[in-house]
């Protein structure tokens, strides 16, 4: 996708004793043992699985004699059975589903050209191509809905492709000459890269319902798409030209986010579960070391505020020097407590949300905040003040941001109108 160290001397005792305990306990099924299984080759010297399904139906590919050529395979109860190939000398499997579908690609008489197939039912299906010499199936779902790229006629461009019920159908490009999909998921969604129009740049996108959706590259040149979950969520990497740095992105609901760095200048997502957690891993400082990351969603409540509360237009008067604070008040529901809730050194505001303007008092430097009904809906609403130097308001700002966490870390954040005036 964690041990302890360092364990005070007593609770290693008690840890030892226990041990020494339970070994007059145990039982004899507690391990496990495992044992490689040669399964073997078509003659040759060589083969290799690639891939496993529940049922476990093993696939990969195998030498014939006298390593002359590959021939791909599926493995069960002992059984290697050869797949054959489309005429050719040779064929490569990339994926199967639980219903023991195998999609991959063969080479075909002559060995001028290379194809798509999906075997099933001991039979090799012919995907075919959009008019050239090359095509390759990359993986299939449940539905039995295939996915991989195929040349155009002439080799001139690479469209991917989804087929099914044996319809291939080109996804087209985001207006180039090149197109390659790589994921699907359970309802149909397809992940990809395609050129846009000059082919000078390269796009991840999602494909559904007969639309290429262009997912962005957050101002760098290139984006690809790694994984995507039953949700629909996408996470992928964004690049310069050359690699001279890269990013992580997860795409959700049309909203692509960059995940940052640690401290490096390049970044690799490699997978994404149905809770949305992202593995990956990145160069730190210095670009020297690689950590492995991972990293999770933080929901963000969205809180009621009122700034400068009994001023109905939240009118703020910036002056040269002039140290005085604003008060903004996080108002309370049936659903949320502010006065309880809210960790009040955690709280920012202004211009961006961002800003540490937030006003501390007394000796201890305490956050300058109280409770009071704002708005006499019987409930006690946590007030705040914020010094109005630090919060970074422009004139022409419209809208004043706060951010923060609860105790219990979760992030909140709430907008209000301002006008903004400033003195010289």
Known sequence: MLSTKNKVRVMSALVILAMIFSLTHVSPALAATYTLNDLGTFGGNYSQATAVNEAGQVIGYASTASDASFNAFVWQSGAMTDLGTLGGSSSWPNNINESGQIVGYSTLTGGAETHAFVWEGGAMIDLGTFGGTYSNAIAINEASQVIGYAYTAGDAGQHAFVWEGGVMTDLGTLGGSYSFA????????????????????????????????????????????????????????????????????????????????????????????????????????????????????????????????????NRIKIEPHDDGSIQVAILSTEQFNAPQQVDKSSLTFGHTGDESSLSLKGRKRVPDCEKKDVNKDRRSDLICKFKIQRTGFKFGDTVGILRGLTINGLRIEGRDSVVIRIDD
Do not use: C
Request: proline content about 2%.
């Open 182 to 313: 790589w994921a699907i998921n359970e309802a149909g969604q397809i992940i990809g890269r395609a050129y846009i129009l000059g082919d000078a740049e390269a796009h991840a996108f999602v494909w559904f319902g007969g639309v290429m959706t262009d997912l962005g590259t957050l101002g760098y040149n290139y984006s690809e798409p790694t994984a995507i979950n039953e949700a629909g969520q996408i996470i992928g990497n964004v690049h310069t030209e050359g690699y001279t740095e890269q990013h992580t992105f997860v795409w959700d609901s049309g909203v692509m986010t960059d995940l940052g760095t640690l401290g490096g200048r390049l970044t690799q997502a490699t997978a994404i579960n149905e809770a949305g957690q992202i593995s990956g891993f990145a160069f730190t400082p210095g670009d020297v070391y690689v950590h492995a990351f991972v990293a999770m969603a933080i929901n963000t409540i969205d809180v009621d505020i009122d700034i400068k509360p009994g001023d109905a237009r």
